[in-house]
């Protein structure tokens, strides 16, 4: 259930976020300390909107908002309301906002929407005190296209990319909680079967081995992860890391020191037993302009050369715009999400110049690997090409 104030008379709205859209941890309970700004009540100082830009857009919070729908009516996807909670730091509790406080609201995110047309299919929580559905992964995205001398921004990806795909990561991470058995095991129980492939989707009451000694807290909403495959590297053979597949969403209802209880919120994939819960990231959907490919006759740039060393197909099969990958550098070599990277591949003539293959934008990021999307191409890839930063 999530928490409503009023103040004198109507002034304070309780600004729900799914727990999809990774809030920043901070405490449920509404700032108590309220001051007068013009005409309204807030805890916060927003800048006097005088001091905006002539041509900055603007909106006035209105009873019932939340950053969640606000997104969702401003930049075309809920999923990107840390694109306008960034725009107004002035917000220092992003679970709560209030009535007669001016946000800006354009840029980059902005432009997007108009430009693509972007919309929603996900349901998003209102900001009445009663709980909805969690939204689910999907939702559309404008494609690359190639060739234009004014690229307009766009969202690299969508909610299903960044918390449906996974990411690579150490190979033996400590991820001490894990799915140990379902509520209703005996609906799925299947007599005289060898091997019981019951599994959990969204909507199931599930017992989590690890409780608070392990750093588990009642309310608080974790990643399903399931470790996968190691991964090696194309070229040299040597070890990257561990490839972890995101599962869906779990929300910890309550917990002692040992054990848990908590309900599956989202579902990209079955959650079977033995699945580890992660600490949900904030992991914004970025914002860019895609740059043009290269020009026939421009030369290498030779900034953080890299490879591709897995992708969300089999790896011997070609990949095209639209597909991730994982390539092995990350947040130690400067690369953010957002950044683009040149994919290229030596020319089978020798001393002839090497082929550009297409672009590829980053999505998310860990210490030596990051997640990217193909936005452009001339060519198909493979797991093995090489990228260069523009």
């Not at 449920?28 to 909107?49: A, M």
């Not at 053979?237 to 908590?262: F, K, M, S």
């Not at 309900?263 to 992660?278: A, F």
């Not at 026939?296 to 060393?309: E, L, S």
Request: with cysteine; hydrophobic share 35%.
């Amino acid at each position: 259930m999530v928490s409503v104030r009023w103040v004198a008379p109507v002034l304070l709205v309780a600004m729900a976020i799914p727990a999809a859209a990774a809030v920043p941890k901070s405490s449920s309970h509404p700032p108590r300390e309220l001051h007068r700004v013009g005409d309204h009540w807030t805890p916060y100082n927003p800048p006097d909107p005088s001091t905006y830009p002539p041509n900055a857009k603007t909106y006035t919070i209105k009873q019932g908002d939340t950053l969640w729908a606000l997104g969702q009516q401003f930049y075309g996807h809920p999923y990107l309301w840390p694109q306008l909670w960034e725009a107004n730091t002035w917000i220092t509790d992003a679970h709560w906002i209030y009535p007669g406080d001016v946000l800006l609201v354009g840029g980059e995110a902005a432009e997007a929407n108009v430009a693509t047309g972007t919309t929603a299919t996900s349901t998003g929580r209102s900001g009445t005190g009663t709980e909805t559905t969690e939204p689910q992964p999907g939702g559309g995205v404008a494609g690359a296209t190639m060739g234009r001398t004014e690229p307009t921004p766009i969202a690299l990806g969508t909610e299903a990319d960044v918390y449906c795909y996974g990411y690579l990561g150490d190979p033996n991470e400590p991820l001490p909680n894990s799915v140990e058995s379902f509520e209703d095991v005996e609906v799925m129980f299947q007599a005289g079967a060898v091997t019981q492939n019951s599994a959990a989707v969204e909507g199931h009451l599930i017992f989590i081995d690890g409780g608070t000694s392990t750093g588990l807290v009642a309310g608080e909403t974790y990643l399903a992860v399931l470790p996968g495959k190691l991964i090696y590297h194309p070229r040299t053979g040597e070890l990257v890391g561990r490839h972890y597949d995101y599962r869906g969403q779990i929300r910890v209802l309550c917990a002692d020191e040992t054990h848990a209880r908590a309900m599956v919120t989202s579902s990209c994939k079955e959650i079977d037993i033995g699945t580890r819960l992660k600490p949900m990231p904030q992991l914004p959907i970025p914002i860019a302009r895609i740059p043009d490919l290269p020009a026939f006759c421009d030369y290498p740039t030779g900034r953080n050369n890299a490879f591709i060393v897995s992708s969300s197909k089999d790896q011997s099969e070609a990949l095209g715009v639209g597909d991730l990958v994982q390539i092995d550098i990350g947040r130690d070599d400067q690369l953010q999400p957002g950044d683009f990277l040149t994919v290229f591949r030596d020319s089978p003539v020798i001393g002839q110049p090497r082929q550009v293959l297409g672009e590829i934008g980053i999505l998310t990021t860990e210490n030596r690997t990051s997640t990217a999307k193909i936005v452009a191409m001339r060519r198909s890839m493979v797991v093995g090409d090489q990228v260069e930063r523009r």
